[in-house]
């Protein structure tokens, strides 16, 4: 009987021990497989995560080129703009900086002023006396051989408005008795042509300048002064050619 007990321990224990021994088995390959698909799970959602990053960079990345070309763009279109600007403020510069001064008692210097006008643009302004000059000629020789005696300067009526816009000024006059009549040095002496490029333009019976030139020079010291143009008073009608020709070889 003893024996027959010891046998059935044995075997109660063997059994015992073989069940445990599978039980742990499967959980470890429940376990196992739980763990791979946990890992396969976080592979994937790495991936999903850094196929998101990638999307998200490659938007990113997008929308940065997009911004950058936008910018492009708009700097292009600035630029554009700007040197549309720029061109125009040259061209108002051109026009704007040029003054056309000048004394006509009977028109032909300022016949001769349009002219000028015509080739460079600029402002016309008309040098005139306060107390205008009789419409008779021979009194006016009188006159003016008068106040060229005395060294007059005849009070002018009007000023250039803006003066120091213009860089360029042509002054033109008729010959007085071989000089520039005294309203014209009245206006030389009155503005300051420092800096300002100065041209002397005429007309005359037969004369020329005269003696005009180094009385204009005197007056507007600090001025650049550029070959001046004259012409005979019979010829202004028909010098536009010589006029265009002039100013060509100014080099403005
Ligand atoms: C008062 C006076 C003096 C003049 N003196 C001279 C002179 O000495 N030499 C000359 O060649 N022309 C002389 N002229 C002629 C003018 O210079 C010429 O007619 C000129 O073209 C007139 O210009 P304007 O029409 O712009 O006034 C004189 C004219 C006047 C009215």
Do not use: H
Not at 48 to 68: N, Q, R, S, Y
Not at 126 to 138: F, Q, S
Not at 142 to 148: L, M, P, S, T, Y
């Amino acid at each position: 009987m003893k024996r027959l007990f010891g046998v059935f321990l044995a075997c109660t224990l063997a059994i015992s021990l073989t069940a445990c021994s599978g039980g742990s088995r499967e959980n470890e390959t429940a376990a196992d497989t739980e763990t791979q698909m946990t890992a396969t799970e976080a592979v994937t959602e790495e991936t999903a995560a850094e196929t998101e990053t990638e999307t998200t960079m490659t938007e990113a990345v997008t929308e940065e080129t997009a911004a950058e070309a936008e910018t492009e763009m708009t700097m292009t279109e600035a630029v554009t703009e700007e040197t549309a600007a720029e061109a125009e403020t040259e061209m108002t510069a051109a026009e704007e900086n040029i003054l056309i001064a000048y004394f006509s008692w009977s028109g032909n210097t300022e016949a001769l002023a349009g002219m000028i006008q015509s080739e460079v643009g600029g402002d016309l302004f008309r040098i005139e006396t306060a107390e205008p000059y009789t419409d008779d000629y021979d009194t006016l020789l009188d006159i003016a051989q008068a106040e060229q005696q005395e060294g007059a300067r005849p009070q002018l009526s009007g000023q250039v408005d803006n003066w120091d816009s213009y860089d360029v000024i042509f002054v033109g006059y008729p010959n007085w008795w071989s000089d520039a009549p005294m309203a014209v040095y009245t206006f030389l002496e009155y503005y300051d042509f420092t800096g300002k490029t100065l041209i002397p333009f005429n007309t005359s019976a037969s004369g020329g300048f005269g003696r005009s030139l180094s009385g204009v020079e005197e007056s507007a010291p600090g001025a650049t002064i550029l070959d001046g143009f004259t012409v005979t008073g019979d010829n202004v009608e028909n010098a536009a050619g010589d006029v265009s020709a002039w100013i060509s070889g100014l080099g403005l």
